[in-house]
Every structure is written in structure tokens, then in C-alpha cells.
């Protein structure tokens, strides 16, 4: 059969101009498909050593292994996580630069009131990964041994007690000014570069209250060098179930997480972001993966990228009612 028989009067040429454009059609969907083709950017927005940077580094592997090309982790640290969200926000939406993003990215998005990246126009969610509660510690020379005890004491002297935090939008910081916040009373912020600082000046009494991520303080915990009082949780802590959490102990409704997702720039090929997801969920179900996250006090958060999208807006409208009543605002 010749084409003016198939095709009725369409001409050769045109016929010739039409593949020519399925062809090209093609294109895209044809690269997408062979996803990843060079290796991929994984930005950090802490230094190393951090939560955020340890479970990227775990995840990294897993995924190099699985999508055959290697996921290079960067930390670009600086203005509590924004100078990696503005790189991420403004790269190329192809899926070779990625952000894994803390509890502290949802809550700069109303604490810094010049933040120009948000989740929506230059951002996209890709995957929930994992998330922790953090523990409320003191040093055992403050005197108190309960939530009730601890709010007791600062009621009496107002503004007198200092906490510590890993750094200003953080997720200790966010419990400790929730915690204000709930119960009434006024504690005084020392922010710190980071949570291994903050450990070491507890440890001395240097400060005497703060809210840290489990991993790094529970053998100072099981050791007595620091006492615990409660988690930050809805449930108990599978690690510490020995502790009340903070709901428990007399703020009902108190829930602080500190937990880790994956965006992309925004308008990045859906093929794209849904492979992305469905091999992070099988990677945070393997065995040995449950065991490192487990390592760090991290459970795995297996999540659709639509399911994502919608928790962490959430986690932008809650934190924005703190900020706006404590007035925890940067520049």
C-alpha cells in the first residue's frame, strides 16, 4: 500500500516532516527513561556528621547501589538550611540536584521573613524518609526530675532558665519555644552551631536544659550523666519507652518530630520524582537500612510524593503559628 492510498493526499514530505517530530517527541521521555545518567547531587543544608547529613549519607549509598550511578552528597551549610534550599530551588529541574530537607525547611518558610524558595513555585516534594523525637534532657544539678517539675521551676523565676538549641529554627529549638509556648512559662535560648556543642555544655552544666535528637545523648542517658524526662512524640519512643512523653507528662497535643524528606526543583518530570520514590521506599524497607536508621534513633517513613507534598505543608501552617506567637523571626 503507498502512502497516497494509506494517508489519502498527504504528500511524502509531509509525511517525512511528521515522523521527524514523533521523533523528536521521543526524546524526552527516551532520556527520562534511562534516569539517572550521570550522578546525582544530594545537598545538605547542615554540616557533616548531622542527623540530616548522616541518613543522606545512608540513603546515598542505597540509591548508587539501585539506580547504577553514584549520589554525591554536599553540605552547603548556613542561615539554619536556606543556602541549600535557594541552590536546590533554582538548579535545573532534571533530577540531578536534589535537597534533603529537615523539620528547620518547612518552618524558614515563616521564620525568615525574606525567604524567597517555598515548596510550591520552586520546590517539589519527592519522598518522606525518615523521622525521630527528640528528648528532653537537664543537667541533674538543676534539681528536677519531671516535665511538672521543670515548669514548676521556671514559673518561679521567670526568664532566669537558659536551654540550648542546635541552632535558631531547629528542631530543639521549635520544641523548646512549643514547650514555652504550652506551658506558660519563659526560658531564655542560647543557640549553638550545632548539637555536638550543645551536648558537651550540658554534660558540664554550663546550660541545664535542652531538647537533642535521641542518638547522640542516650548512652549519656543509660551512662546518668544526663537525666531524661520525656520524649517529644504523640507515642513513646521505642529507644526510651521508659519515659513519659511530653503529651503524657502534662501538655496534651505536644508533638515535635524531627524528620527528613527529599525535594527537587519544582517542574521536574513526574517520571522522574515517582522513581526517585518508589526506589527510596525500597531501599528504607530493607533490613539493613531499618538497622542504620535504627543506629541514629531514625525510623523509616515510606511516602508517595503527593502524601509528602501534603505533610509538609502542613508542618509550614503549624510551625507558622508558633513563629508567629513566639516571634522566633530571622532576617
Do not use: W
Given at each position: 500500500m503507498g502512502y497516497g492510498r494509506r494517508f489519502g493526499n498527504t504528500s511524502k514530505a509531509t509525511l517525512g516532516m511528521g515522523f521527524a517530530a514523533l521523533a523528536?517527541?521521543?526524546?524526552?521521555?527516551?532520556?527520562?527513561?534511562?534516569?539517572?545518567?550521570?550522578?546525582?547531587?544530594?545537598?545538605?543544608?547542615?554540616?557533616?556528621g548531622g542527623p540530616a547529613d548522616i541518613v543522606a549519607?545512608?540513603?546515598?549509598?542505597?540509591?548508587?547501589?539501585?539506580l547504577g550511578q553514584q549520589f554525591v552528597i554536599e553540605n552547603r551549610g548556613g542561615a539554619g538550611g536556606t543556602i541549600a534550599t535557594e541552590a536546590v530551588g533554582r538548579a535545573d529541574p532534571d533530577g540531578y540536584t536534589l535537597l534533603m530537607s529537615p523539620i528547620a525547611n518547612a518552618v524558614?518558610?515563616?521564620?525568615?521573613?525574606?525567604?524567597?524558595i517555598k515548596v510550591g513555585p520552586d520546590l517539589m516534594a519527592v519522598t518522606s524518609v525518615a523521622e525521630t523525637a527528640n528528648v528532653l534532657v537537664v543537667h541533674s544539678s538543676l534539681g528536677v526530675k519531671s516535665v511538672a517539675e521543670l515548669i514548676a521551676l521556671a514559673k518561679s523565676k521567670p526568664g532566669d532558665l537558659v536551654y540550648a538549641t542546635a541552632g535558631r529554627g531547629s528542631a530543639t529549638h521549635?520544641?523548646?519555644?512549643?514547650?514555652?509556648?504550652?506551658?506558660?512559662?519563659?526560658?531564655?535560648?542560647?543557640?549553638?552551631?550545632?548539637?555536638?556543642?550543645?551536648?558537651?555544655?550540658?554534660?558540664?552544666?554550663?546550660?541545664?536544659?535542652?531538647?537533642?535528637?535521641?542518638?547522640?545523648?542516650?548512652?549519656?542517658?543509660?551512662?546518668?550523666?544526663?537525666?531524661?524526662?520525656a520524649t517529644t512524640g504523640l507515642k513513646r519512643d521505642a529507644t526510651l519507652p521508659e519515659l513519659p512523653t511530653v503529651a503524657e507528662a502534662g501538655l496534651p497535643g505536644f508533638d515535635v518530630r524531627l524528620w527528613l524528606g527529599v525535594l527537587a526543583p519544582a517542574k521536574t518530570p513526574n517520571a522522574i520524582v515517582e522513581r526517585l520514590s518508589a526506589e527510596t521506599g525500597k531501599a528504607l524497607?530493607?533490613?539493613?537500612?531499618?538497622?542504620?536508621?535504627?543506629?541514629?534513633?531514625?525510623?523509616?517513613?515510606?511516602?508517595?510524593?503527593?502524601?509528602?507534598d501534603q505533610f509538609y505543608r502542613s508542618e509550614v501552617e503549624k510551625w507558622a503559628k508558633v513563629v508567629a506567637a513566639t516571634g522566633m523571626v530571622g532576617d
Open positions: 523528536l517527541a521521543v526524546v524526552p521521555a527516551s532520556a527520562q527513561d534511562k534516569y539517572p545518567s550521570k550522578p546525582v547531587k544530594l545537598v545538605v543544608g547542615f554540616a557533616a549519607r545512608v540513603l546515598g549509598a542505597k540509591l548508587s547501589e539501585s524558614n518558610e515563616s521564620m525568615y521573613k525574606n525567604r524567597r521549635l520544641a523548646s519555644e512549643l514547650f514555652d509556648l504550652m506551658a506558660g512559662i519563659k526560658m531564655r535560648p542560647v543557640h549553638y552551631k550545632g548539637g555536638g556543642e550543645t551536648i558537651k555544655d550540658l554534660l558540664t552544666g554550663e546550660v541545664k536544659v535542652m531538647f537533642s535528637s535521641i542518638a547522640p545523648v542516650l548512652g549519656f542517658i543509660r551512662e546518668g550523666k544526663m537525666l531524661g524526662i524497607a530493607t533490613a539493613d537500612m531499618k538497622k542504620t536508621l535504627g543506629a541514629q534513633g531514625f525510623e523509616p517513613q515510606i511516602s508517595t510524593p503527593a502524601a509528602f
